[in-house]
C-alpha cells in the first residue's frame, strides 16, 4: 500500500509551480496505478489556457469559484465545490478561478511528473522508459 500526504511532497519534486498554478503529484506513472492523483491549486484572479491532447483529466473542486470554458464551442460552465468535468474529448479550455481553487485532478495515462504545459497548453506524452 502507498500513504503519502501534502506534507510529503511539499517542497520536493512532485510539488510543481506555474505562473497560474501549484499542483502537488500525490501519485504519478511511477506508482504503477494506471492513473496519476494531483492536487492543484490556481490563483485567484488567473485564466490557465489547457489542452491535454495526449491525456484525459477529471478534475473535481473542493474549494473555491471559478468557470471552464471550452474553446470548441464557447460554454462556460460554473467550478464551484462538488463539480467535477472530465476532459473527455481532449477538451481545449480556458480554466478561471475568480476565488484559489483547490481541485483534485486525475490523469489517464499517468503523468510521469516530468511534464509542464508548453506554451500552447499541451503535456508531451512521456513515458516512464524515455524522455
Ligand atoms: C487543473 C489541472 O488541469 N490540473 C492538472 C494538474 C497540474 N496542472 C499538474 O500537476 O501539472
New binding site residues.
Given amino acids: 500500500m502507498i500513504v503519502r500526504s501534502l506534507a510529503d511532497i511539499k517542497g520536493t519534486a512532485q510539488d510543481?509551480a506555474a505562473p497560474t498554478?501549484v499542483?502537488r503529484?500525490l501519485l504519478l506513472a511511477r506508482d504503477g496505478m494506471g492513473f496519476s492523483l494531483?492536487e492543484?491549486i490556481?490563483f485567484a484572479g488567473t485564466e490557465t489556457h489547457?489542452h491535454y491532447r495526449n491525456h484525459l483529466?477529471a478534475?473535481y473542486c473542493i474549494e473555491g469559484e471559478g468557470e471552464v470554458e471550452t474553446v470548441a464551442d464557447g460554454r462556460v460552465h460554473a467550478i464551484t465545490p462538488g463539480v467535477t468535468y472530465a476532459l473527455d474529448r481532449h477538451d481545449e479550455h480556458y480554466?478561471r478561478a475568480r476565488t484559489e481553487l483547490r481541485?483534485v485532478?486525475v490523469f489517464n495515462p499517468p503523468?510521469t511528473g516530468r511534464?509542464v504545459h508548453d506554451e500552447k497548453g499541451v503535456y508531451p506524452l512521456l513515458s516512464e522508459a524515455a524522455d
Fill in positions: 510543481v498554478w499542483s503529484r494531483h492543484t490556481i489547457i483529466e478534475v480554466l481541485l485532478c503523468l511534464e
